[in-house]
């Protein structure tokens, strides 16, 4: 079974930066896509940004240019560096394994808990 274990959330004021990380378990890591989503109160869960298993990677507009996601398959990890966050940044940020098709991630029924990510104004 997979396992996904998401940090680095925290409370950053905005043009702040943090990194969110996220280690993977269970599954051939190096061979799967992965993806960032996030969700904030009321709303529903969107794709931030995805990699795929040869590191090519795509974004929400409203992030790019200022979110960046990598992977070290050495260390089953997958990250999103996320700088000049603005308050609407805030929501609880999931990773997932998913696949490509078509040049759209599509994400697996596996996602970790959560960390929280609040940019205060």
């Known amino acids: 079974q997979v396992q996904l274990v998401e940090s680095g959330g925290g409370l950053v004021q905005a043009g702040g930066s943090l990194r969110l990380s996220c280690v993977a378990s269970?599954?051939?890591?190096?061979?799967?896509?992965m993806g960032w989503y996030r969700q904030a109160p009321g709303k529903q869960r969107d794709l931030v940004a995805g990699?795929?298993?040869?590191?090519?990677?795509t974004y929400v507009d409203s992030v790019k240019g200022r979110f960046t996601i990598s992977r070290d398959n050495a260390k089953n990890t997958v990250y999103l560096q996320m700088n000049s966050l603005k308050p609407e940044d805030t929501a609880v940020y999931y990773c997932n394994t998913g696949h490509y098709f078509s040049g759209t991630y599509l994400p697996s029924d596996y996602w970790g808990q959560g960390t929280q990510v609040t940019v205060s104004s």
């Open positions: 269970g599954s051939i890591f190096s061979a799967n896509a």
């Open positions: 990699i795929s298993a040869r590191d090519s990677t």
